[in-house]
């Protein structure tokens, strides 16, 4: 097993051993290798060998590999498996269906199945809107992936994508009550997943794209959103540029300064990248610089995908040429969704006074937060275990509970502007500071003034198809 799998502190391992061998031979090898045996148990046992799973604490993952390696050495015991807390939580994936309605007696039976499920079948046909009320298309949202970005993994496929989509429909549910599905298309052509997602639509009333990889999640999500008359909405664009924005915001206010007065620069022009600047621009950026592999992107650039040539044509307006320590000189905040370690403490000096740093690269961000806390005004990153974690559950449970309830067409742009102002809002001027910009994940408040603000945005931009009672 790969050590990186390893992230809790109790290991199992399922042994198989020999009747002759001794246990203390395999306790003497764990505790040699830094291990404490937690629990023995033991799940089979005959007259020539014995399984045990034996639960070993352990300090980090290196331990694991040292254990394993002992217990090649000794004759007559042989290594099943290793599993971890996270593992085993996995078993069997991290989803069930519940039906709503036991059914109980043959009364029971005949109103959810035969023969009356015929007059509701009928009166669907007869009025086919009433499929959002007469079945789970209401609350149910697709999580849909092909498995060609993975966060933190690339191109996995769409078997090792499974418990990331599970994940994400175990999210919708716990913070929002949105019932949803991991789909894991074994595609990845563009054509095939837009027609995939056009015949399963029925079933859903949103659709959830996620890493789906650039430039093709621009087109799917651009065709989706054109050919069908439900949400469609690609997470890792929207989402992150969402939760950036609502960041921003409170970090802006820190430093007194206004968005139609700022410099960003913008390194990393994939999904995340663009999306973040349309958003930008919308809240009324006027100068945005984008950087990526090969330097500063202006209009001039021949080639690119059409997203790309589009971010040219919007962004930099004084023609900026360089690298990206051209492009930071002056600049007010940094936003990248690029790859780790590739900003330096000397680059933040070059910007403007007062530096907002979003290093928002996972699973190594740009740069350190301790690197540059004495220099920067404001640092965020994507990871949990630093102040100010930029991560998307603040954003698509409540947008999609808001998109569902007002049975919206669309997320249009006002929506996500209304989205990223609710979670700015939650952080009251009280509590606002440099390490608090974001609220927690956990803040109960999030989903409701997220959902109530989509809401307001869906009725006053036309695309919402139903007025909730308390908007009434």
Not at 17 to 41: Q, T
Request: charged share 25%; glycine share 8%.
């Amino acid at each position: 097993m790969k050590s990186a799998l390893f992230s809790g502190k109790n290991v199992i391992l399922r042994i198989e051993m020999n009747s002759h061998i001794k246990f203390a031979e395999i306790a003497a090898a764990i505790a040699d290798s830094g291990g404490d045996i937690v629990a023995i148990d033991i799940v089979d046992a005959g007259r020539q060998t014995t399984v045990r799973d034996i639960t070993v604490n352990v300090s980090d993952v290196s331990m694991t590999e040292q254990i394993t390696e002992a217990f090649s050495k000794i004759s007559g015991i042989r290594l099943i498996h290793v599993s971890d807390r996270t593992f085993l939580l996995h078993l069997g994936g991290k989803l069930t269906t519940v039906p709503k309605t036991p059914i109980q007696n043959r009364d029971d039976l005949s109103r959810v199945y035969t023969p009356d499920v015929a007059r509701v079948c009928q009166a669907i046909y007869d009025d086919p809107h009433k499929v959002f009320t007469l079945s789970i298309k209401r609350n149910t949202v697709a999580v849909i992936s092909d498995g060609s970005a993975v966060l933190g993994l690339g191109n996995i496929g769409p078997k090792a994508a499974m418990p990331v989509m599970e994940g994400k429909s175990v999210l919708f549910k716990q913070f929002a009550d949105v019932d949803s599905f991991p789909i894991c298309l074994e595609t990845q052509d563009t054509e095939e997943i837009i027609s995939t997602i056009k015949r399963i639509s029925t079933s859903f009333g949103g659709i959830n794209l996620e890493d789906i990889s650039s430039p093709r999640c621009f087109e799917i999500e651009r065709r989706l959103k054109e050919e069908l008359d439900i949400p469609v909405f690609h997470d890792d664009q929207h989402g992150t540029a969402v939760v950036m924005y609502a960041g921003l915001i409170n970090a802006l206010k820190l430093v007194n300064k206004s968005i139609d007065q700022i410099k960003i620069v913008i390194c990393g022009i994939g999904a995340a990248g663009v999306a973040c600047a349309n958003m930008l621009l919308a809240a009324g950026v006027k100068e945005i610089i984008g950087v990526d592999r090969n330097g500063i992107i202006s209009e001039h650039d021949e080639g690119g995908n059409e997203m790309q040539r589009w971010f040219a044509s919007c962004t930099n307006p004084k023609g900026t040429t360089g690298t990206l320590q051209d492009a930071l000189r002056g600049a007010d905040v940094f936003l990248g969704v690029s790859a780790g370690g590739i900003l330096s403490r000397e680059d933040v000096l070059t910007m403007a006074e007062n530096p907002i740093i979003f290093a928002m690269a996972n699973p190594n961000p740009e740069i350190l937060p301790e690197e540059i806390e004495d220099i920067a005004a404001v640092v965020a990153t994507g990871r949990s275990d630093y102040p100010n974690q930029i991560n998307n559950v603040l954003c698509f449970p409540g947008i999609f509970r808001g998109a569902l309830d007002c049975r919206a067409s669309e997320i249009n742009e006002p929506m996500k502007l209304a989205a990223a102002e609710a979670i700015a809002s939650i952080v009251t001027d009280e509590e606002r500071n440099r390490h608090h910009i974001i609220p927690s994940v956990f803040n109960p408040k999030v989903v409701k003034t997220v959902r109530d603000r989509v809401i307001e945005a869906a009725l006053a931009s036309g695309v919402a198809r139903r007025i909730p009672k308390e908007f009434r």
